[in-house]
């Protein structure tokens, strides 16, 4: 006998865990399939804003930040400030995991969606195996919160969009966790277009002797890329260190997908590209869309309609909510790829003069508060003069 659940769920990272939490406090019977063997395995840590930490996750925390340091080619400075916080992710992501099943979620580990099911031009479940295994199991909604890391992700993209991501915009990453390294609260973000193209490396600090060194760029290596960035830079707060873990991925770095929804299926997270295109985070984003998913699935359920017309009411509210965020911030990388090196030197030497500016331009490396720190920092004529007076244009238009 086919299993039959309200909603399933196909990935158990911070978006698809959001969304089985909200729609089952509402009532709906859900089911989260995760592919790995347990919750959390394959993360290792983030850089958040204090403000999406509740008190029940303080216990992932692992490190403030109350200071950046930014090092392009030939120059480096430091920002003070409050800067969010450092959490380990296999640690939040089992507190989602508790959260959810207390609503009532039921979760299935090493249980990876292979294929959808298709019924009168609409999904009706999934296809689930590992080894010998194969089940198919039936629901009104399917959400895909399989991110974009491996050949079995981003299925509402491959399977009901028949599409794919851009190669040329996809970006890798490589993080070792590191031991012995100086245990400092703060992180450092080095800009670098031969190691790593259009993205950044990064040091984070975790608990005691104990920090994340990682490296993100288009068309790279990440092993590689990474081992050289280390070898390269040799950070002094790493100058003893070495390796103990490794952790990869990839992020889709070309924005959102124009459709997010269809007849019985949603998506959610990178797996809709819901990431912020410069610094790659997309925490917020996938908390945020899993809860407007989770509420506007549960009330398709009780209204007995989970349509592509029930379904569009989460694809606009998600919009709403941040898609100008992400296409500004996509916007403001793409103002500095040509001539990245020159141009990040450029703009250093004019943060070293201005405490402030250097504020706004880490909000904006982290899309937070951007409207107040886009404004503020292009008064100044050389940082537009930096990103080019046109984009810039484009840019603060986004704002009028």
């Known amino acids: ?15 698809g865990l959001s969304v089985a939490r909200v729609a089952s406090e509402i009532g709906a019977e859900v089911l989260l399939l995760e592919l790995q063997a347990k919750v959390g395995q394959t993360q290792s840590s983030a850089w958040v804003s204090k403000e999406i930490l509740d008190k029940e996750f303080n216990q992932a925390i692992k490190s403030s930040v109350d200071c950046v340091g930014i090092h392009s080619a030939h120059r480096n400075l430091e920002v003070e400030g409050n800067f969010g916080r450092i959490i380990d992710r296999e640690v939040f992501d ?21 294929g959808l099911l298709n019924s009168d031009e609409r999904i009706q479940g999934v296809r689930t195996e590992a080894g010998e295994w194969s089940e198919e199991i039936e629901s009104e909604v399917v959400v895909d919160a399989t991110g974009a890391k491996t050949q079995w992700s981003s299925i509402f993209l491959r399977e009901v969009l028949e599409s794919g991501w851009d190669k040329e915009k996809i970006a890798r990453t490589n993080e070792y966790l590191m031991a012995n390294s100086l245990g400092e609260k703060r992180v450092d973000i080095y800009f670098n277009s031969f190691l790593a193209p259009q993205g950044h490396a990064w040091i984070y600090p975790l608990e005691r002797d104990l920090s994340m060194a990682g490296i993100r760029g288009v068309r790279i290596h990440p092993d590689s890329a990474l081992d050289e960035f280390i070898g390269r830079e040799s950070p002094d707060r790493l100058r003893k260190s070495v390796p103990i873990g490794a952790y990869r991925g990839q992020l889709p770095m070309e924005g959102p997908l124009e459709r997010t929804t269809a007849d019985g299926i949603l998506a959610v997270g990178s797996s809709a590209g ?45 919009r709403s909510k941040f898609e100008k965020e992400i ?38 490396f ?29 840019i603060l238009d986004h704002y009028s």
């Open 1 to 15: 006998m086919v299993e039959n659940f309200d909603v399933i769920i196909a990935g158990g990272g911070p978006a």
């Open 327 to 364: 296409r500004t911030g996509r916007m403001l990388r793409d103002s500095l790829q040509t001539s990245p090196d020159q141009k990040m030197n450029s703009l250093l030497e004019i943060l070293d003069k201005n405490e402030e500016l250097r504020k706004y331009f880490v909000n904006m």
């Open 274 to 318: 819901q990431v912020y295109p410069v610094s790659g985070h997309g925490m917020k984003y996938a908390l945020k869309a899993g809860e407007i998913a989770g509420r506007i699935i549960a009330e398709g359920i009780k209204e007995r309609d989970t349509s592509q017309d029930k379904l569009c009411e989460y694809d606009r509210l998600w």
């Open 366 to 394: 982290l899309g937070e508060d951007l409207e107040k720190s886009i404004k503020e920092f292009f008064k100044i004529e050389k940082c537009r003069d930096v990103f080019g007076r046109n984009k810039v244009k484009k």
């Open 94 to 114: 089992r507190l989602l995991a508790s959260e959810a099943v207390k609503a009532g979620v039921e979760i299935w580990v090493g249980a990876p969606v292979r």
